[in-house]
């Protein structure tokens, strides 16, 4: 007995509170301030079968969800109806703003003093200032202390079921409403999201000179996967300000193909930017079928999107294959870490980034089912997801960046090694024609000892012997003698010329060697004692032909002078290298002065042009008897 009066004792407390519970409550309009939300205080019937009209309802027919959410996602393909009881107590008529959600169109009903439904012909849309936007209303009119009934037939799609968030606007308020509303809750939203669009702005500009710069498709495809991001991101933010119906009916189009074109473009920036195809062809291939899988995706589920009825698998197939792109990029991740590449290292911390965000993005996405308390506001997961792509695009620009630098060391390699073959090249051809010159050279040389040489010696063998014959005779002839000598000058001339010309003796060993020989040759019919002093170590160094015959020339007569004019019994010629190549001559004869030269001596002219010719340096020291010193640079 006592648990039988228990149960009816629970069952008369419950069954009152689920009465309560059933029925839309009574708005007092006089008690709003400003604005209020009603979506709670409504009355809501859902027709799955879409075959009740607005006219069968009644009222007992209408629940009230509570706390809850009238509208299923999984059940969008039905007919929604709502009540809403508006009650005045203020002394005076009043009316109020009727607003009902972005994108939600809708059929206003009153009830007559009949009982009959009567369509209101009140919404009107009026122009917000703080989001210069025109707003949808019903003007509703309640007389003071009466209570009217309303009937809305609303027209809950895919695209609009989450904008639904009726509110009563008192007159005059609207303005506190829009900015209540809309922009206090998403001011945090709008900043870092203009924020972020401002860095991926700069980005894409950076990108697209690179490109007009260098002509590369990597910067290519990094700009145009920054720009779907930056369109997808800037038309959420759109979503703000917009109420258009035709503007959510494209958003999943936005919301599916512009994610998955940045992606897909993403990886053509990858594939590009690594030259997988020639560094990793298997990794080229997998991502190959990967693009494709998302682009057969994206035509098989956009259609299922598009509809009431399957939406919400479309919206879960389409969050599976997010799932599906973070997996995959994981196991990139991993590749390219294991490979020993930097620019691959900077692709692998992009990807990280997005990988990290998104999870969390989507998790918070999926938990917080539109309600604006996760973190806030709803709009925190497509925050997150942003700054994954914000980090992603700073990786991959820091790659390119770093690629950018590379080219231009490699760019600056090419152009030193083209300079390197153009100068080798000129070098090769400056060596063939110094190499005909030499072989030229030595032809002349060898045709005058050849030909000029061997018709000299027979003329001064032929005066030899003429000679040798007129001596038996009385008055020996003077033009034999004459002949002979000339003769002999001129083969000792023609040697000279010989070796001037002869390229083989364009060292300085030969150039001392000959010296030291036609030196000593030089003083052997003079009573002069002659000294040579030659250092043990003489470098290989290349003398050409003409700087030998002028400081063959300048010896020889600094020689002639000594013996014609010093009457100087001891000689002195002295061979020195140290950056450059000096002789020195000295002597111990009467010596003269050196500022007579250039009035009485034209051969010390001679000698001191001789050796600047061949940027040498002539010095002249009378200190007991006369030194000559000649300096010839080596080169």
């Not at 009650?87 to 009043?94: E, Q, R, V």
Request: proline fraction near 3%.
């Amino acid at each position: 007995m006592r648990l039988r009066w228990f149960f009816i004792i629970i069952i008369g407390i419950l069954v009152p509170a689920i009465g309560v519970a059933q029925h839309d409550s009574i708005i007092d309009i006089a008690a709003i301030k400003e604005y209020s939300s009603i979506a709670n205080k409504l009355g809501y019937f859902v027709d799955y079968s879409k075959k009740v009209t607005i006219h069968e309802l009644n009222d007992s027919q209408f629940v009230s969800p509570g706390k809850g959410l009238i509208i299923d996602p999984k059940k969008l393909d039905a007919n929604y109806f709502a009540k809403i009881t508006l009650y005045n107590s203020g002394a005076l008529n009043d009316s109020c703003w009727l607003y009902v959600g972005k994108a939600i169109r809708y059929t206003l009903y009153e009830k007559d003093s009949a009982g009959n439904l009567i369509p209101l012909s009140s919404q009107v849309k009026k122009y917000s200032l703080p989001l210069l936007a025109n707003i949808p209303y019903s003007l509703l009119i309640i007389p003071r202390h009466s209570q009217n009934t309303y009937y809305l037939q609303l027209q809950i799609h895919f695209y609009n079921w989450q904008e639904f968030d009726p509110a009563i606007v008192l007159p005059g308020e609207d303005v506190d409403f829009a900015y209540g509303r809309f922009i206090l809750p998403n001011r945090i939203y709008v900043y870092a999201t203009t924020m972020i669009l401002g860095i991926m702005l700069s980005m894409l500009a950076y990108a697209i000179t690179r490109f007009l710069r260098t002509g590369q498709n990597a910067y290519l495809y990094y700009a145009l996967a920054a720009f779907c991001f930056i369109l997808y991101f800037a038309s959420r933010l759109l979503n703000v300000i917009f109420f258009n119906e035709t503007y959510f009916y494209f958003y999943e189009l936005r919301f599916q193909l512009l994610q998955m074109a940045g992606n897909i473009l993403y990886l053509f920036f990858v594939c590009s930017f690594l030259k997988l195809k020639q560094n990793l062809p298997e990794i080229y291939r997998l991502i190959g079928i990967i693009i494709w899988i998302q682009i057969v995706f994206l035509i098989i589920n956009l259609p299922v999107t598009y509809s009431d009825r399957f939406n919400y698998i479309g919206d879960y197939a389409f969050d599976m294959l997010r799932i599906f792109i973070l997996m995959y990029s994981v196991y990139i991740i991993i590749i390219f870490l294991m490979w020993k590449n930097r620019m691959a290292w900077y692709v692998a911390m992009g990807a990280s980034s997005i990988v990290i965000f998104g999870m969390i993005a989507l998790y918070l996405d999926r938990v917080g089912n539109y309600d604006y308390r996760v973190w806030g506001h709803s709009g925190a997961p497509l925050i997150l997801f942003m700054m994954g792509i914000l980090l992603e695009m700073f990786f991959f620009l820091q790659g390119l960046a770093y690629k950018a630098r590379k080219d231009e060391v490699e760019s600056m390699r090419a152009v030193e090694r083209l300079q390197m073959e153009n100068d080798y090249k000129e070098l090769e051809k400056y060596k063939a024609i110094m190499d005909a010159r030499d072989k030229e050279r030595n032809r002349i040389s060898q045709e005058i000892h050849d030909d000029i040489g061997s018709g000299l010696t027979s003329i001064r063998l032929m005066s030899e012997v003429a000679k040798a014959k007129n001596e038996k005779r009385e008055s020996p002839d003077l033009e034999l003698d004459k002949i002979s000598t000339t003769s002999s000058e001129l083969m000792d001339k023609m040697n000279e010329i010989i070796w001037t010309m002869n390229t083989r003796n364009d060292t300085l060993p030969n150039l001392i060697a000959y010296l030291r020989h036609q030196v000593v040759e030089f003083f052997e019919p003079f009573h002069i004692n002659l000294r040579l002093i030659i250092p043990e170590n003489i470098p290989d160094a290349e003398i050409s032909g003409e700087i030998r015959r002028n400081i063959l020339l300048t010896v020889k007569e600094s020689l002639h002078n000594i013996v014609k004019h010093s009457q100087a019994t001891r000689v002195e010629l002295t061979f020195s290298i140290n950056k450059d190549f000096a002789i020195c001559i000295s002597d111990n004869g009467v010596g003269f002065d050196p500022l007579q030269i250039k009035a009485h001596n034209n051969g010390i002219r001679n000698m001191e042009e001789r050796v600047r010719s061949i940027g040498g340096v002539f010095h002249i020291n009378k200190h007991n008897g006369t030194t000559v010193t000649l300096n010839i640079p080596l080169t």
